[in-house]
């Protein structure tokens, strides 16, 4: 059964790096046909798609965001990074990672198809000095 | 400001039938399937309907999606207590800039 994993520190200072580390278990990041990615949620506001990344492919990033976001991946590992740089208050928020699979007769690999089926339980983080 | 329009608060009594709806435009919903989700309190957003109107297995058949032009609706039926929970609509957007998820702004569902 998949399983996504978020982890990192609950708090980071002003004008530094985030980093959070997603690790899948049950599939295959490297050998899949699935999209990963990251969302977040504010305290008491709505969701916010971060970035999605398909391993053998694109990565698509919130356009408010990219100036700041980072991913990488880890094969050996099996698990892949968030790093947000120059953190303030307005990032503080639960970080939650999703891999994002397609519908049955979809091609593989067209982002128009993919949906977010499997997420993590999500991370607290705190951007405070 | 979400890009895709979604109202703030429904609610319904038990066995009501209540829709909540999802408003985009032509780069978002207009051209590709929407997608819903249900975050119960304290909980992580859980898939409920995939391209416009599918059940991922184990969604009761409560639950149904349907999407026309730039508008998507989640209507739930029969409605239980335990459906109490904020509501997501979501999709691509194709912008030019390159495309990017778009979620709405989520409806908290009470139940009476």
């Known amino acids: 059964q998949l399983q996504l994993q978020e982890s990192g520190p609950g708090l980071v200072k002003p004008s530094e790096t985030l980093s959070l580390i997603c690790t899948v278990s049950g599939d295959s990041i490297s050998n899949s046909t699935y999209y990963w990615g990251w969302i977040r949620q504010p305290p008491g506001k709505g969701l916010e798609w971060i970035a999605s990344f398909y391993y053998s492919g694109n990565t698509y990033y919130n356009p408010s965001l990219k100036s700041r976001v980072a991913i990488s991946v880890d094969t050996a590992q099996n698990r892949f990074s968030l790093q947000l740089s120059s953190v303030t208050a307005a990032d503080t928020a639960v970080y939650y990672c999703a891999r994002h699979s397609y519908p049955r007769g979809a091609t593989p690999g067209l982002y128009y198809y993919y949906f977010m089926d499997v997420w993590g339980k999500g991370t607290t983080v705190t951007v405070s000095s | 400001q979400s890009v895709l329009t979604q109202p703030p608060s429904a609610s319904g009594t038990p066995g009501q039938r209540v829709a909540i709806s999802c408003s985009g435009g032509i780069s978002n919903i207009g051209s590709n399937t929407v997608h819903w989700y249900q975050q119960l309190p304290g909980t992580a957003p859980k898939l409920l309907i995939y391209?416009?109107?599918q059940r991922p297995s184990g969604v009761p058949d409560r639950f149904s999606g349907s999407k026309s032009g730039t508008s998507a609706s989640l209507a739930i039926s029969g409605l239980r207590s335990e459906d109490e929970a904020d509501y997501y609509c979501a999709t691509w957007d194709d912008r030019l800039k390159g495309p990017d998820v778009v979620f709405g702004g989520g409806t908290k569902l009470t139940v009476l």
């Open positions: 391209s416009n109107d």
